[in-house]
C-alpha cells in the first residue's frame, strides 16, 4: 500500500503530467494560429507549480517514498520552483520568437516544454538510479525534439542531429558507469550504495571505474570540457527560444543529479571524483574563456561563456571534503548551489535580449547586430549591460557574489592546491571580462545598422525588466537567496 507521504512527495509531478495532457487536448479546439490557450495555461501551470513546490520547501519536511525511490527535500523543492520560473519566463519572452517562425503549428511547443520540466523535476526528486536515469532521459529526449522544432530550418535540424548522437553517447556513459556502480554495490538506492561504499568492504578500483563513467555523463550535462563538444553547435544553430529553454532550467536539474550521486550516493569516494572534477573545471575555465574571444556570433559566445561558467561550479562541487573531513561541505555545495541560481537568473536576461531584437526573417544573434543599442533603446542596453556584468563577476552584480562565494568556498580549506585553483579561476575570468566588456563596447560606443524601433509585448517587457532588476537587486543584498541555499544544502546532508 502507498502511504500518503508517497503522493505528496511526487504532487507536483503529476500536476505537470496531467496539465501537459489537458495542454494538448485543449489545443485540438483551438484555432487560434497563436496558441493562446496553450500558452495562458502553460504559464499558469509553472506559476501554480512555483508556488506549490516553494510552499514545500518552506516546509522544511524531508519525504521519501515510494520505498524510498523519491525524495521531496527543500534542496529538491528549491530547484523545481526555480526551474519552474525559469521555464515560465522563457515562454514569455520566447511567445512573440515562436510565433513569428511557424513553430505554432500545434501545442508542441508548450507541451514538449512542460514535459522536459517533467524530467527535471523527476531526476531533482530521484533517489534510485533507475529514477535518474528515466528522468535524464525524459529531460533529454523533449529537448532533442525541441532544437528540430523549426522543421524547415536546416540548421536546427543539424544541430538537433549533433544533440541526439552526443547526447546518446553521454546517457550511454552514464548508464553505464551507474551500472557498474549497481554490480559492485548490489543496490540501485543511491542511500544504499552510500552505506556500501562507506562500508569498504567493496574493491576500490570497480567503484572508481564506475565513478569515472559517472563524471563523464554529468559533465556532459554541464556542458565541461572535454564533453562540451555539442554546446556551441547546439546553442548557435538552434532557434534562440530552445536554446534559452536548454541553457537555463536544466542547469539546475543538471546540479540537482550530481549532488544526488555524488554526494548522497559517493561522499566516501570524493577524494576520487573531487580530483576528475577539478581537472574538468580547470579545462572548462581555460578553454571556455579563450574560445569566447574568437567568436562573433553572440550566441555562440554566451555556449563558451556557459563552458567557462561551469567550471566555477565545478569548483564550488569539488570543495567540499577537505583531508577526509567533510565539514566544509554545507559551504561549499551552497555557494555552488547559488551560482547555479544565480547563472540561470543571468541566462534569461541575456537570451531574452537576443528574442527581443529577433524579429520575423531577421535572427539577431551576431555581436555586430547590437550595435548603438544604447541609441535606439537605453532600457534594454542597460539591461544588456547588466547581464554582461553580472557574468563577468563585476560588482555589485548577483554574478560577483557567485564566484566570489565559490573563492571563498576554495579558500577556506586552507589547502595550497585550493587556493592555487582560486588564483587560477580569477586570472580566467580577468580573461573573460574582455569578451563581455567587448559586447557593451559595440552597444554603446558603434553606430547603429538598424533604426527599426524596438517593440515587445508589455508581459516580455514587464518580467525582463524585473528579471534584469533581480541582478542588481540580489547582488548587492544577496543574504536571503544565499541563506536560502545554505538551509537546503544543510538539510540535504543532515537526512
Keep these: 500500500m502507498i502511504d500518503r507521504f508517497s503522493w505528496m512527495a511526487i504532487y507536483p509531478e503529476i500536476v505537470l503530467l496531467v496539465m501537459a495532457c489537458v495542454i494538448t487536448l485543449v489545443d485540438l479546439l483551438d484555432r487560434?494560429?497563436?496558441?493562446?490557450?496553450?500558452?495562458?495555461?502553460?504559464?499558469?501551470?509553472?506559476?501554480?507549480?512555483?508556488?506549490?513546490?516553494?510552499?514545500?520547501?518552506?516546509?522544511?519536511?524531508?519525504?521519501?517514498?515510494?520505498?524510498?525511490m523519491v525524495v521531496s527535500d527543500p534542496m529538491a523543492n528549491w530547484l523545481k520552483c526555480f526551474a519552474a520560473l525559469s521555464v515560465a519566463v522563457t515562454l514569455v519572452y520566447?511567445?512573440?520568437?515562436?510565433?513569428?517562425?511557424?513553430?505554432?503549428?500545434?501545442?508542441?511547443?508548450?507541451?514538449?516544454?512542460?514535459?522536459?520540466?517533467?524530467?527535471?523535476?523527476?531526476?531533482?526528486?530521484?533517489?534510485?538510479?533507475?529514477?535518474?536515469?528515466l528522468g535524464l532521459e525524459c529531460m533529454t529526449l523533449s529537448s532533442y525534439a525541441l532544437v528540430a522544432l523549426r522543421r524547415d530550418h536546416v540548421t536546427s535540424i543539424e544541430a538537433a542531429m549533433k544533440y541526439f548522437v552526443l547526447g546518446a553517447m553521454a546517457s550511454?556513459?552514464?548508464?553505464?558507469?551507474?551500472?557498474?556502480?549497481?554490480?559492485?554495490?548490489?543496490?540501485?538506492?543511491i542511500g544504499g550504495v552510500f552505506k556500501a561504499v562507506a562500508s569498504g568492504q567493496i574493491k576500490h578500483q570497480v567503484l572508481v571505474f564506475g565513478v569515472v563513467f559517472v563524471v563523464a555523463g554529468l559533465a556532459f550535462k554541464f556542458g565541461a570540457v572535454p564533453f562540451h563538444m555539442w554546446l556551441p553547435d547546439v546553442y548557435q544553430g538552434a532557434p534562440t527560444a530552445?536554446?534559452?529553454?536548454?541553457?537555463?532550467?536544466?542547469?539546475?536539474?543538471?546540479?540537482?543529479?550530481?549532488?544526488?550521486?555524488?554526494v548522497e550516493g559517493?561522499?566516501?569516494?570524493?577524494?576520487?571524483?573531487?580530483?576528475?572534477?577539478?581537472?574538468?573545471?580547470?579545462?572548462?575555465?581555460?578553454?571556455?574563456?579563450?574560445?569566447?574571444?574568437?567568436?562573433?556570433?553572440?550566441?555562440?559566445?554566451?555556449?563558451?561563456?556557459?563552458?567557462?561558467?561551469?567550471?566555477?561550479?565545478?569548483?564550488?562541487?569539488?570543495?567540499?571534503?577537505?583531508n577526509n573531513s567533510a565539514l566544509a561541505a554545507?559551504?561549499?555545495?551552497?555557494?555552488?548551489?547559488?551560482?547555479?541560481?544565480?547563472?540561470?537568473?543571468?541566462?534569461?536576461?541575456?537570451?531574452?535580449?537576443?528574442?527581443?531584437?529577433?524579429?520575423?526573417?531577421?535572427?539577431?544573434?551576431?555581436?555586430?547586430?547590437?550595435?548603438?543599442?544604447?541609441?535606439?533603446?537605453?532600457?534594454?542596453?542597460?539591461?544588456?549591460?547588466?547581464?554582461?556584468?553580472?557574468?563577468?563577476?563585476?560588482?555589485?552584480?548577483?554574478?560577483?557574489?557567485?564566484?566570489?562565494?565559490?573563492?571563498?568556498?576554495?579558500?577556506?580549506?586552507?589547502?595550497?592546491?585550493?587556493?592555487?585553483?582560486?588564483?587560477?579561476?580569477?586570472?580566467?575570468?580577468?580573461?573573460g571580462a574582455f569578451y563581455y566588456l567587448r559586447v557593451i563596447k559595440v552597444m554603446y560606443f558603434d553606430e547603429p545598422l538598424s533604426t527599426v524601433p524596438?517593440?515587445?509585448?508589455?508581459?516580455?517587457?514587464?518580467?525582463?525588466?524585473?528579471?534584469g532588476a533581480l541582478l542588481l537587486i540580489l547582488g548587492i543584498v544577496p543574504g536571503s537567496l544565499m541563506a536560502l541555499c545554505a538551509k537546503a544544502i544543510v538539510q540535504m546532508l543532515a537526512t
Design 454 to 467: 524596438i517593440q515587445a509585448p508589455f508581459d516580455m517587457r514587464a518580467v525582463l525588466s524585473v528579471n
Design 242 to 262: 530552445v536554446t534559452l529553454m536548454i541553457g537555463g532550467a536544466p542547469k539546475l536539474a543538471a546540479f540537482a543529479m550530481t549532488v544526488r550521486l555524488l
Design 330 to 431: 554545507a559551504n561549499a555545495y551552497s555557494s555552488a548551489m547559488f551560482y547555479v541560481v544565480a547563472y540561470v537568473l543571468t541566462t534569461l536576461v541575456s537570451f531574452g535580449i537576443i528574442l527581443l531584437l529577433s524579429r520575423e526573417g531577421f535572427e539577431s544573434e551576431e555581436i555586430a547586430d547590437f550595435a548603438g543599442l544604447n541609441q535606439r533603446s537605453p532600457l534594454y542596453a542597460g539591461l544588456m549591460a547588466i547581464c554582461l556584468f553580472s557574468l563577468a563577476g563585476i560588482p555589485p552584480m548577483v554574478g560577483f557574489q557567485a564566484k566570489l562565494s565559490v573563492l571563498q568556498a576554495l579558500i577556506s580549506t586552507g589547502l595550497p592546491s585550493y587556493i592555487g585553483l582560486a588564483v587560477f579561476a580569477v586570472m580566467m575570468s580577468l580573461v
Design 32 to 68: 487560434n494560429p497563436r496558441r493562446m490557450a496553450a500558452y495562458a495555461l502553460s504559464v499558469l501551470t509553472l506559476l501554480v507549480l512555483a508556488v506549490l513546490t516553494g510552499t514545500y520547501a518552506l516546509g522544511g519536511q524531508t519525504w521519501y517514498g515510494f520505498e524510498g
Design 94 to 133: 520566447a511567445r512573440t520568437y515562436v510565433t513569428g517562425r511557424g513553430m505554432l503549428r500545434g501545442a508542441e511547443w508548450y507541451v514538449l516544454s512542460l514535459l522536459s520540466l517533467l524530467g527535471m523535476y523527476v531526476l531533482i526528486s530521484a533517489n534510485n538510479f533507475l529514477l535518474v536515469y
Design 266 to 322: 559517493m561522499l566516501p569516494l570524493a577524494i576520487d571524483w573531487q580530483q576528475m572534477l577539478a581537472v574538468l573545471a580547470v579545462a572548462s575555465l581555460l578553454i571556455g574563456n579563450l574560445a569566447a574571444i574568437a567568436q562573433t556570433n553572440l550566441k555562440r559566445m554566451l555556449a563558451y561563456s556557459t563552458i567557462a561558467q561551469m567550471g566555477f561550479v565545478l569548483l564550488g562541487l569539488m570543495a567540499g571534503v577537505v
Design 172 to 189: 550511454g556513459f552514464l548508464l553505464y558507469g551507474l551500472s557498474m556502480l549497481y554490480g559492485a554495490t548490489g543496490t540501485l538506492d
